[in-house]
């Protein structure tokens, strides 16, 4: 089975960035679309950003364009998301997640990472 676990999360300031990693194991990585998630206390889990298989198609939520890119590297099976001038509003636990290119459902979650940025 998919194993995911995220790393670089932290605490930073306004304008600050951070990126995260997302390393994946159990599976061959390059079947599967990629996503970034993130929750903030009392809130629901949000869609951040996704990747295709092949890394060609990027989405990105309209809070986060322009400032996140996210990225993947097939033969590192590894997920990244660059966050730059991240404001306290990007305050969350950020989740990566996995869809199988034949599926429509994911597949598995990582444990997700704190991500702080202080005002």
């Known amino acids: 089975q998919v194993q995911l676990e995220e790393s670089g999360g932290g605490l930073v300031q306004t304008g600050a960035s951070l990126r995260l990693s997302c390393a994946f194991s159990?599976?061959?990585?390059?079947?599967?679309?990629m996503y970034w998630f993130r929750q903030a206390p009392g809130q629901e889990r949000d869609f951040v950003a996704s990747?295709?298989?092949?890394?060609?198609?990027?989405y990105y939520a309209d809070s986060v364009k322009e400032r996140f890119t996210i990225s993947r590297d097939n033969a590192k099976n590894t997920l990244w998301l660059q966050m730059n001038s991240l404001k306290p509003e990007d305050t969350a636990v950020y989740y990566c997640?996995?869809?199988?290119?034949?599926?429509?459902?994911?597949?598995?979650w990582g444990q997700g990472t704190q991500v702080t940025v202080s005002p």
């Open positions: 997640a996995c869809r199988r290119t034949t599926a429509t459902g994911y597949e598995s």
């Open positions: 159990g599976r061959t990585f390059n079947n599967y679309h």
């Open positions: 990747i295709s298989w092949s890394g060609i198609n990027t």
